[in-house]
């Protein structure tokens, strides 16, 4: 654990917002529980920006956060991470959404916007990402396919290039796999989606999987298509594709149980959060009061889903505007807290904050100065 997230654990047991501290120190319940001073008081126009991954969830964020907030005018712009967060190191927006944490050369610019104290990120918002396939007589029956890592890899590597390929075979007696081509469907544009799917293949995969991280697709295997909209509807058109996408757009579609430990995991919320419980905190990010996140894509824990893309709000610790920081604070505890990771569960299908992980998110958001 690096050195901020220490001093911040330790001052769990003199009143910072860590659940095992609550007999003992002041206020430590859940931010969506609490009961915030002057909630309804707090009104204004406040803008965000960035990730689209977020943007279900951000709309039913919005909707629910309003209801005890009526006068809090709320607008998301999802111009993708990358826009977003320059939007924010401009000071237009109070916060942005980003499916990557920021870089060293952006901390160091958050101190013009956050009143010479650097931006944090924390995570927000989940989402399993499901490898989708459309194959005449198993996706259609609502079954699953099971895949390990270098199955996987191979896949969309071009190396096993038909259905019925042994080793899918073995891994799926079960099924009736056809002697059919495979065809591979990836983001043509650059993605977060892609990135993290990547990110999975590189750490679990080996030598099956030779690439670099890139937020590009790498190889010129398959076809491309832009957005998740376009790789689904893709998808949909052709018997024998697979592709990637948000749990939340992948419908009715047949979805890849991937191998972990000795088993093979379905996708789901609840799979997703497991493997963000059994991950830790990335201890080379510079700056305070920031929540990165090193996903365990490895993980052996029993019924993990090990491919989640993880998404993050970022914020300052001081705003020039005492009603902006009041707004920063309040929204994002409730959007982070139990009542905010719920709606965005029902309506994106995205897994909760594990409670290992909140803590620390609590610690961070606690840390805004409100005056």
Known sequence: MHTNLARRAFAALCGVALVVAAAACGDNTDPSDRPVSNASSISGSFAGAGASSQQTAVEAWIAGYQKTNPDAKISYNPSGSGAGVVTFLTGATVWAGSDKPLDSAQVEESKQVCSGSTAFDVPVYISPIAIVFNLRGVSDAGKHINMDASTIAKVFNGKITRWNDPTLAKQNPDLDLPDLPITVVHRS???????????????????????????????????????????????????????????????????????????????????????????????????????????????????????????????????????????AKSWLGYITGKAGQDQAKNATGSAPLPENIAQYVRASIDAIEVK
């Open 189 to 327: 544009d650059k993605s977060g989606t892609t990135l993290n799917l990547l990110e999975y293949l590189k750490a679990t995969a080996g030598k099956d999987w030779p690439y670099q991280l890139s937020e590009n697709w790498p190889n010129d295997v398959g076809q491309g298509a832009k957005g998740t909209s376009g790789v689904i509807s893709t998808i949909d058109q052709a018997n024998g594709t697979i592709g990637y996408a948000d749990l939340s757009q992948a419908g009715d579609m047949g979805t890849v149980a991937v191998k972990v430990g000795g088993e093979y995991t379905e996708i789901s919320a609840d799979a997703a959060s497991k493997a963000v419980a059994d991950s830790k905190l990335d201890e080379s990010v510079p700056g305070a009061n920031r929540v990165v996140l090193d996903i365990n894509h490895a993980t052996t824990e029993p019924g993990a889903y090990p491919i989640v893309l993880v998404s993050y709000d970022i914020a300052c610790p001081i705003y020039r505007d005492e009603n902006t920081a009041r707004f």
